[in-house]
T-cell receptor, first 114, second 112 residues
Framework: GAVVSQHPSRVICKSGTSVKIECRSLDFQATTMFWYRQFPKQSLMLMATSNEGSKATYEQGVEKDKFLINHASLTLSTLTVTSAHPEDSSFYIC??????????FGSGTRLTVV | GQQLNQSPQSMFIQEGEDVSMNCTSSSIFNTWLWYKQEPGEGPVLLIALYKAGELTSNGRLTAQFGITRKDSFLNISASIPSDVGIYFCAGREQTGANNLFFGTGTRLTVIP
């Protein structure tokens, strides 16, 4: 089946630094990828839709300049958390759409900002 | 974005018991999906439903796409300890963007 690789799985960074998270579709091309954020014991909240070759579409309330998304190829999308602060600490998960119906998720990235 | 209403929020059951959880939305969906998430991992797809009324099984799991297109349920029969986790429903609206909306999750604990 479809596999989505997300890296890193865990990252600790200092406040004020930037962190990049990669999401790769390993055996299929994904024109669309999605980035979610999940707080402890809560559901997944869509942050943005990443479109290959065009600008990402952000959900209401998500800062575009804080969460930079790049989808430069059909197999790679990146999320960069810029000037991270402790309140950005969370579990970030990407998913890739294989076609009209397939949604496969990465294993997530636990970000801790100290 | 929209969030689906999922119930129950949590369940504590004895091993061997059956489990039922459901999900409702305020709008019509053309796809319903059920995922299981374990701590520190991303969600893993259990069952996908694409037609109203569709009933699909995956081993001990059975899920149905409601006739109204606004609800879905997941049943787990003869639960075992490894069923422990958080179960999420997810759906895609009939109109609009390609993204999924997620339910609030059901945390399942199975007591051996």
């Amino acid at each position: 089946g479809a596999v989505v690789s997300q890296h890193p799985s865990r990252v600790i960074c200092k406040s004020g630094t930037s962190v990049k998270i990669e999401c790769r579709s390993l055996d299929f091309q994904a024109t669309t990828m999605f980035w979610y954020r999940q707080f402890p014991k809560q559901s997944l909240m869509l942050m943005a839709t990443s479109n290959e070759g065009s600008k990402a579409t952000y959900e209401q309330g998500v800062e575009k300049d804080k969460f930079l998304i790049n989808h430069a190829s059909l197999t790679l999308s990146t999320l960069t958390v810029t000037s991270a602060h402790p309140e950005d600490s969370s579990f970030y998960i990407c998913s890739a759409s294989e076609g009209a119906y397939g949604y496969t998720f990465g294993s997530g990235t636990r970000l801790t900002v100290v | 974005g929209q969030q689906l209403n999922q119930s129950p929020q949590s369940m504590f059951i004895q091993e061997g018991e059956d489990v039922s959880m459901n999900c409702t939305s305020s709008s019509i969906f053309n796809t319903w999906l059920w995922y299981k998430q374990e701590p520190g991992e991303g969600p893993v797809l259990l069952i996908a439903l694409y037609k109203a009324g569709e009933l699909t099984s995956n081993g001990r799991l059975t899920a149905q796409f409601g006739i109204t297109r606004k609800d879905s349920f997941l049943n787990i029969s003869a639960s075992i300890p490894s069923d422990v986790g958080i179960y999420f429903c997810a759906g895609r609206e009939q109109t609009g963007a390609n993204n999924l909306f997620f339910g609030t999750g059901t945390r399942l604990t199975v007591i051996p």
